[in-house]
């Protein structure tokens, strides 16, 4: 069983920036693939970013240019840096990971104000 905690969400001023993090824990195998995804109200979730193992990245076209995915193997870490927000990037944001399967976080709440 993996457990994974997301951090860093929070209310922000349009064209700022947030930094997300996500720590994975527990019975950890290895972790391949990461990402993030966010759901807003009354929207389907949807994936923002994902990062292998090996650091190939792979990006939702509204978030290119200004959000940037990263990853640290040995602590099993994902980050998600976001800048240049917008009133749009408001949601929950999940960080997820495959290892032997599925696991998702609880979500952290990113609240842009225009």
């Known amino acids: 069983q993996v457990h994974l905690v997301e951090s860093g969400g929070g209310l922000v001023q349009a064209g700022g920036s947030l930094r997300l993090s996500c720590a994975a824990s527990g019975s950890i195998f290895v972790i391949t693939t990461m990402g993030w995804y966010r759901q807003a109200p009354g929207k389907q979730r949807e994936l923002v970013a994902s990062?292998?193992?090996?650091?190939?990245?792979n990006y939702a076209d509204s978030v290119k240019g200004r959000f940037t995915i990263s990853r640290d193997n040995a602590k099993n870490t994902v980050h998600l840096q976001m800048n240049s927000l917008k009133s749009e990037d408001t949601a929950v944001y999940y960080c997820?990971?495959?290892?032997?399967?599925?696991?998702w976080g609880q979500g952290t709440q990113v609240t842009v104000s225009s």
């Open positions: 990062i292998t193992r090996s650091g190939i990245t």
């Open positions: 997820n990971c495959y290892s032997t399967t599925l696991y």
